[in-house]
């Protein structure tokens, strides 16, 4: 029963490792841009969710309701002002400038909080469990994690394959000159998937803060959990990415019941072998 635990509880983990995803692979799957910044937004989101509780007192989950707007407005204005002037043919350009992005971010938190690690505080659901069968335990947090991130999953896809805005997503990316041609604002597109993928990174954000401590240095982990989740489901497959997060928590989760050291070096092992077997991912976009 400790092994089913054990990848029950992974599984329940890839939950949160898709949350830190979904925004990589809808902004790949649009811009097909690689935001070396994702991290450290996800950090700067724990930070937005921890000054909302200060202020208001509000429960870090209902936080929620201020730090999603502000993510999003944060990644509106990112993309439209410092992003689409690099945008083209020339893939260099917008990697060095979500790398300037990232080294802004980790340095100006570091002013503003110190390097003193925080985590929000959410009472007693960190430590609720049930118990759906004899000898398995599940937490009520993870369990609320997991299920974001279906859900979050379920509405990036709905508005990607059912909406107008969508519409407009799938045209840019296929082919942005003949988008533009067609009256669709292709900055303002852009800008526009730029806030979806904040406002998702403001969900991670609070989780994040709610399930361990935070730093401004933390950003780089989650950025290669991300990654590692987006490239080991399939490069711009939304659903593939949930996949993805949970094999890579439930990598991790075996590799810590053979030995605590190896839970996070079982997870990059994982990684590799699907490179090296599949170097599209598990479940790669259909062209």
Do not use: C
Not at 76 to 101: A, E, W
């Amino acid at each position: 029963m400790d092994w089913i635990n054990a990848i029950v509880q992974g599984v329940l983990l890839g939950g949160l490792y898709a949350l830190f995803a979904a925004g990589l692979s809808l902004i790949f799957g649009v811009m097909r841009l690689v935001n070396i910044a994702h991290g450290d937004l996800i950090v700067l989101a724990a930070y937005v969710a921890l000054v909302v509780v200060e202020a208001t007192g509000l429960h870090p989950l209902l936080s929620a309701i201020l730090v999603v707007p502000v993510m999003a407005a944060i990644g509106y204005g990112m993309q439209r002002f410092l992003l689409n002037p690099t945008i083209g043919k020339d893939l260099l350009s917008p990697l060095l400038v979500t790398f300037g992005i990232s080294v802004i971010l980790q340095n100006g938190l570091l002013i503003g909080f110190t390097a003193d690690s925080r985590r929000l505080s959410a009472g007693a659901l960190e430590t609720a469990s049930f118990e759906p069968v004899t000898g398995l335990t599940l937490g009520v947090l993870p369990l609320a994690m997991f299920i974001m991130s279906v859900l979050v999953i379920f509405l990036l896809d709905h508005v990607f394959f059912h909406t107008r805005l969508g519409r407009a997503f799938r045209a840019t990316s296929d082919d942005g000159e003949i988008a533009q041609l067609m009256m669709i604002d292709r900055r303002h597109i852009f800008a526009m998937a730029m806030a979806l993928s904040l406002g998702v990174v403001a969900i991670a954000g609070i989780f994040l803060a709610i399930r361990t401590n935070f730093d401004p240095s933390s950003g780089p982990t989650r950025l290669i959990f991300g990654f590692e989740a987006v490239i080991i489901g399939g490069l711009g497959n939304l659903w593939g990415t949930l996949a993805g997060g949970i094999v890579l928590g439930v990598a991790q989760a075996i590799g810590a019941q053979i030995s605590p050291g190896w839970q996070i070096l079982a997870g990059h092992i994982v990684f590799f072998l699907v490179l090296a077997v599949s170097p599209r991912g598990l479940f790669p976009k259909m062209d």
